[in-house]
């Protein structure tokens, strides 16, 4: 009996969490915050979200606009705060996912391939994440120098992970039911970054009324589609579980 108990006590979960449930609460977050965000700034702050370079009209407010309050910047740095753990997370989930599919590849060119774009896309990840924590507590109004070439470094990092992400995809999991969705949304973030530098420019250089709201409405569409992309994580893991516990040794892990 005692052999048992042993035995028992070496293999022993303490948590385990549904991945699925992990990644909606992950995109959740900063959902919910930004439309919080929205709300109240634009009831009780229009002086404040609507002030542009120009000092043209204006009549929708940008992210950094909204989030760049007080007391909204507080709640939006908390909430990114609590989604960039399980970004991190996630982003080494699908490296592992990957890896082990493309380790069973035998066409060797098809394989080396698989592997420089998932170490590219997995990097890529981890410098959005990067740049994102830089665009939320580096505020516009704080140093506007600084948050801007940041922005510009997660779009760009944005955007090409996206790119590289549908690529990888077509290679190693072309059937995907998510693939479709991740194609559909990185050309919808390409079309509204086109509109958001047009609009931009307009802005800054020309001072058009309600340039800076075509911005901003470009801008909120690019942020929905890099939270549906990250989403997506949801199809492609829909019944794994998150496990800590010991005696996992037990599992084959390649």
């Known amino acids: 009996m005692e052999v048992k108990n042993d035995e028992r006590s070496k293999s022993s979960i303490y948590l385990m969490v549904p991945f699925r449930k992990l990644c909606m609460v992950t995109v959740s977050i900063p959902l919910a915050t930004l439309l919080f965000c929205f709300v109240t700034a ?13 000092r043209v009209y204006n009549v929708l407010p940008s992210i950094s606009a909204i989030t760049g309050v007080s007391p ?15 970004r991190l997370l996630i982003a080494s989930v699908y490296y592992s996912f990957y890896h082990k599919i493309l380790k069973s590849f035998e066409d060797m060119p098809k394989r080396l391939q698989g592997f420089r774009l998932l170490n590219l896309s997995y990097w890529l990840n981890i410098a959005e994440v990067g740049a994102l924590c830089g665009v939320t507590y580096i505020s516009n109004k704080e140093n506007y120098a600084v948050h801007e070439k940041t922005f510009i470094v997660f779009m760009i990092s944005s955007l090409t992970h996206m790119l590289v992400a549908v690529r990888l995809g077509r290679l190693v999991t072309p059937n995907a039911q998510s693939l479709q969705y991740k194609q559909a949304l990185f050309t919808t973030s390409m079309i509204s970054t086109v509109g958001l530098i ?49 005696g996992l040794h037990l599992l084959k892990v390649d």
């Open 198 to 246: 047009i609009f931009f420019l307009k802005h800054r250089l020309l001072c058009h009324d309600l340039a800076f709201s075509w911005f901003s409405l470009c801008e909120y569409v690019i942020a929905s589609a890099n939270m549906a992309f990250h989403a997506t994580v949801m199809l492609d893991f829909p019944v794994d579980q998150l496990v800590v516990g010991n």
């Open 42 to 54: 634009y009831i009780y702050q229009q002086d404040d979200i609507h002030e542009t370079h120009c």
């Open 72 to 86: 909204q910047r507080y709640l939006w740095r908390v909430s990114i705060a609590l989604h960039i753990g399980p």
